[in-house]
Structure formats: C-alpha cells, structure tokens
C-alpha cells in the first residue's frame, strides 16, 4: 500500500510518542527497581513522574522539529520528481517554412528558450496553462533582457498535487487573463526565431492546443535540449534538467517557475553550443539532424 506524506508525518508522530512512552517506562521501572526496593518508594515515585515529565517535553520537542523537517521536504519543490519525458516527438516534425535558416550557424540565429507551467501532465485531458516564461539566446549568449513572465488563469481549481510543484496557487492566478490573451502575446514575442525547451514536446502540445481558439499558430523550428543531451552524452541515461544543468555548471534558480527553469535551460544551451561545434555541428541543419537520429533513439528505447 502506497503511503502518502502526510500519512507518513502522521506514523512519524506515533513513532516519536510512542518511543517516549517506551523510553520512559523503562527509565522509571529502572528507577522504581532500585529506589523502591529499600525505603524510598516516595522518592521513586517522584523520580517516575520527573522522568515522565522530562521524556515528554524531549519527545513534544523532537515532534516539533521533525515535524516541520517533513512539511518543509513536502514542500521543497527542488526534491520533487523531474516532469516526466513526454514522447510525442512527432510533434517536433513541424513544417519548416523557414528553410533559409538551414544552413546559418546556429551563433548567428535568434533563439526563445521557453517553459510552461501547468495545472497536470495531460494536456488532451483537460489540464491547462497557468504560466508562461521565456528569454532570448543570441549570438551564443543568453539576453534575459528579452524576457517574457505571464501566469494564465486556467479557468479551474489548481490541483493541490501541481500546486506541491510549482507552487502556483489559485490567488496567484486570480484576476489574470486566460489562455486566450496571454499565448497570442507569447507568439508576438516569439517572432520568427527558433523555439528551444527542455522536454519541448510537452509544452509544445499545449501551445499548439490552444491554436484554434486563439487563431495564432506555433509552426516554428523546434530545438530540445533533451535531445541534444542525448547527443552530446549518450553514455548516461539521465537527461533531466538538474542533471544535465549539473554536468554545464549551470544553477538553477527559481526551480519549477516558467521563468526560471527558460533561463535555466537558456544557459544550459548556450553551454551547449561550444560543445556542439567541438562536434562538428555548428549549422541549424547539422544541429536538427542529429536531434532527429537522437528521436529514434529515444523511441526505441521507450520500447524496451
């Protein structure tokens, strides 16, 4: 049976009291034992109510602490699990209208590093956007004075669950605009650069869900970071964006907020950059076909 946190905050309680009373016995039968068996019977019995009294405020104490330990790990968005790998690539099979970036070096194009935030990990299943955060790459080097920071009204209740995440609440998003307004805006600020997320098939899927309500439409190159990853350090299996953020020297601040993870995966790719061209892959052509080799395997290794 699966125990929740807070199940185990509560079994953390009656472990702590009942290892007092355990504790305590023992010390006052000690106690008891040896007073009691000439003529301090009075004398022992103030020692067990003393030792009784002591072992109590000890125990209420140590509660008190681990308490606290376990809510502030409950709510340590930096110690949760890493959003899962979404593994619709197709996704990134996106028309490419721009044809005459192929061939520019990646150095010469204008990237938008973006993240979402969101209410779950089902976008066909009714969960929605509730924050957008992004900044530019250029020349190799990351502009965070070319920003964007929206959070969404989702028009529902936050999960508790999600909220443990990113710790976005429903006051947070009170009074702001809904999808609706806030990812046109993001299209204008995107252009026509290269798109580049971490993982980017799961927040490009809720962008190109809203597509038909707000009219606006996501059909840029797509870059993933992820994938990249794979490509540079085939040798490891974790290309999650601590580990990955670790092996560039990058810290990641903000963790879980849209803005702060774009910036995170921002200077992770412009570390990535140096270590592509000692690959031989300095072009956005050279950059998408590796990226797409890297797609089967990742398909392939989905299947075993």
Not at 24 to 47: K, M, T
Not at 177 to 193: Q, Y
Request: with cysteine.
């Amino acid at each position: 049976m699966k125990i929740s946190r807070l199940s185990t905050r509560r079994l953390a309680g009656l472990w702590t009291a009942g290892l007092g009373v355990v504790l305590a016995a023992a010390a006052s039968a000690a106690a008891w034992l040896v007073l009691g068996a000439g003529q301090g019977a009075g004398q022992a019995l103030h020692l067990v109510v003393w030792i009784f009294a002591v072992t109590a405020v000890i125990c209420a104490c140590a509660w008190i602490w681990l308490n606290r330990e376990l809510h502030r790990r409950e709510l340590d968005a930096g110690a949760l699990p890493e959003r899962p790998e979404f593994f619709d690539y197709s996704l990134l099979d996106l028309p490419r209208h721009m044809q005459e970036l192929d061939g520019r070096t990646l150095r010469s194009l204008d990237f938008t590093v973006f993240d979402t935030e969101t209410t779950g990990l089902r976008p066909s299943h009714g969960d929605e956007l509730i924050s957008i955060g992004a900044v530019g790459v250029h020349g190799g080097k990351v502009t965070e004075s070319r920003s964007f920071d929206e959070f969404i009204n989702p028009g529902m209740d936050i999960p508790k669950a999600s909220i443990r995440i990113h710790g976005i609440t429903d006051d947070m998003v009170a009074g702001k605009p809904g999808a609706n307004a806030v990812v046109p805006r993001f299209r204008e600020f995107v252009g026509d650069t290269v798109l580049v997320a971490h993982n980017a098939a799961f927040d490009l899927t809720f962008l190109k869900l809203k597509e038909a309500e707000t009219g606006v439409r996501f059909d840029h190159v797509v870059l993933d970071t992820l994938l990249i990853s794979v490509f540079l350090d085939r040798d490891t299996d974790d290309h999650s964006l601590e580990t990955i953020a670790k092996r560039h020297g990058v810290t990641i601040e903000n963790r879980h907020s849209a803005v702060g993870d774009a910036v995170a995966t921002a200077r992770i790719f412009a570390a990535m950059l140096e270590r592509l061209e000692a690959r031989g892959v300095s072009t956005l052509d050279q950059l998408i076909r590796a990226c797409d080799e890297m797609v089967a395997v990742r398909r392939l290794q989905a299947r075993m």
